[in-house]
């Protein structure tokens, strides 16, 4: 079998708000083959720049576009062909913009390597641990504390046992956001996990007088309260309390996790697996992060392709605890997949058919593609 396109399809919602929601856009990736098998995967970045990754014409040797990088290549290969686009792209890429686009087309060969063998992705990343996964909901903090409330109650009321709110108003006066994730731990009752995305806001000292507090109110645990490159701040926290410390979305790559298992001694990692390098990558962070006995917890907040990527690896490693569900009401997030994933009893089936087990919906595909170029 061998690789005859590789497609960066820009998707855009006509109205954008300039708030932390991944879902108003998508960079989805589709790679094609000479037995009609396609594959597809997803990007989590500025989607006009990764389109550029992947058409790029190629300058000198270690400055391709990942096209031509893989036109005629065994999908099979994927460790290979990995290491060719980390390799080639060596002097424009590494860990930012470039390593995004692979994870898409990462992801978009497992999805091949699936349909081929009649077996769903999870299945080759190593066997299932799991057939379902305890979803949380995941979604932007209100301002007041009584829509906190209300929001907490009625995804408690869809069946959810696990809420994560973020970003907002968080990060900017501790008392407050003490006071909004109270509201919230109130409304979801004992048996409902809460956890507070902070969006590195917070100083040190800001963040363990905030550690200390969410504590005491039970919360599973603070997201990135302090900037993505603050190792020694997140050392000193995560010394400092016995609160899950949380982060790892922003990273692309293994060596930035090493760092942040190692160094930086968090508590759950967050590989996005639309960023960090695709589920070849994510998996060994997974392990990575099992070998120092700490969570993987995938960050998810694109559309069901992303959720697919993460359910195969959730199911495939021994240390998550979670599958992050957006519960935005962009309409990329809800149809882009001809049968949206469904939480039941506050989890989400694992996919079993071929692939990423997953089919697009080509109504929405061109409904929101952007065809202009820039
Ligand atoms: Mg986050």
Redesign the pocket.
């Known amino acids: 079998m061998k690789i005859v396109n590789v497609e960066g399809i820009i998707l855009r919602l006509p109205v954008r708000q300039a708030v ?1 929601d991944g879902t108003q856009d998508d960079l989805l990736i589709r790679v094609e083959t000479d037995e009609g098998i396609t594959g597809y995967g997803e990007v989590d970045t500025s989607p006009e720049v990764g389109k550029a990754v992947i058409d790029a014409e190629m300058s000198h040797g270690t400055c391709y576009g990942l096209r031509e990088i893989l036109l005629g290549r065994d999908p099979f290969d994927i460790e290979q062909l990995w290491e060719l686009m980390y390799r080639k792209t060596n002097y424009y890429g590494r860990l930012g913009a470039v390593m995004h686009a692979m994870s898409g087309v990462d992801m978009a060969l497992w999805d091949i390597m699936g349909k081929a063998l009649g077996k769903p992705v999870h299945k080759l990343l190593g066997g299932s641990y799991c057939s379902d996964v305890r979803a949380y909901a ?1 979604l932007l903090m209100p301002e007041q504390a009584q829509e906190v409330r209300d929001a907490v109650r009625g995804y408690v009321a869809e069946g959810f046992t696990a809420i ?1 709110l ?2 907002g108003p968080l990060g900017q006066d501790v008392r407050k956001d003490v006071k909004l994730a109270a509201a919230a731990k109130e409304a979801a009752g004992s048996d409902v996990e809460v956890m507070i ?1 902070i ?1 590195h806001g917070y100083s040190l000292k800001e963040a363990m007088q905030a550690a200390r507090e969410f504590e005491n109110l039970g919360i599973f645990w603070m ?2 309260p302090l900037p993505p490159e603050d190792w020694d701040g997140y050392r000193k926290l995560c010394e400092s309390t016995s609160l899950r410390i ?2 790892g ?1 922003q990273e692309a790559g293994r060596w930035t996790f090493r760092r942040l298992i190692w160094e930086a001694g968090l508590d759950v990692l ?1 590989p996005d697996i639309s960023r960090v390098g695709g589920l070849t990558e994510a998996k060994r962070i997974a392990y990575m992060a099992h070998e120092a006995n700490r969570l993987c917890v995938p ?1 998810a ?1 694109r559309t069901g392709v992303l959720v697919a990527a993460c359910l195969h690896l959730i199911a495939a490693i021994p240390n998550s605890a979670f599958l992050e569900f957006s519960v935005t009401e962009s309409a990329l997030r809800r149809e882009l997949l001809t049968t949206p994933f469904k939480v039941a009893g506050g989890r989400v089936s694992v996919p079993t058919q071929p692939g990423l087990g997953i089919a697009i919906n080509p109504d929405t595909v061109e409904a929101y593609s952007v065809r202009k170029g820039i």
Do not use: P, T
Request: charged letters at 35%.
């Open positions: 932390a995941s994560k973020g970003y995305d969006g997201e990135e949380a982060a979305e967050q960050h907040f």
